[in-house]
């Protein structure tokens, strides 16, 4: 009896770390594609702008951290 819920018990241990690792990566994927999206977002913008539109677009990102 008592091997039996040691098995079920270290398996739900695993099942939960399994777990956390899966979210972390997750996370961590979001994190790339959101850096990825906002790059595309700033390049495709900056690509229809003149000089002057571009140096008032880029102004406020300059004070923005990247965040990682």
């Given at each position: 009896?008592?091997?039996?819920?040691?098995?079920?018990?270290?398996?739900?241990?695993?099942?939960?770390?399994?777990?956390?690792?899966?979210?972390a990566?997750?996370?961590?994927?979001?994190?790339?594609?959101?850096?990825?999206?906002?790059?595309?977002?700033?390049?495709?913008?900056?690509?229809?702008?003149?000089?002057?539109?571009?140096?008032e677009?880029?102004?406020?990102?300059?004070?923005q951290?990247?965040?990682?």
């Open positions: 009896m008592l091997e039996s819920i040691d098995a079920l018990i270290a398996t739900i241990a695993v099942v939960l770390v399994l777990s956390l690792v899966v979210q990566i997750q996370q961590i994927l979001k994190q790339l594609l959101c850096m990825k999206s906002a790059y595309m977002e700033r390049e495709l913008v900056m690509m229809f702008l003149d000089d002057e539109q571009i140096k677009f880029i102004k406020p990102l300059k004070h951290t990247p965040v990682w």
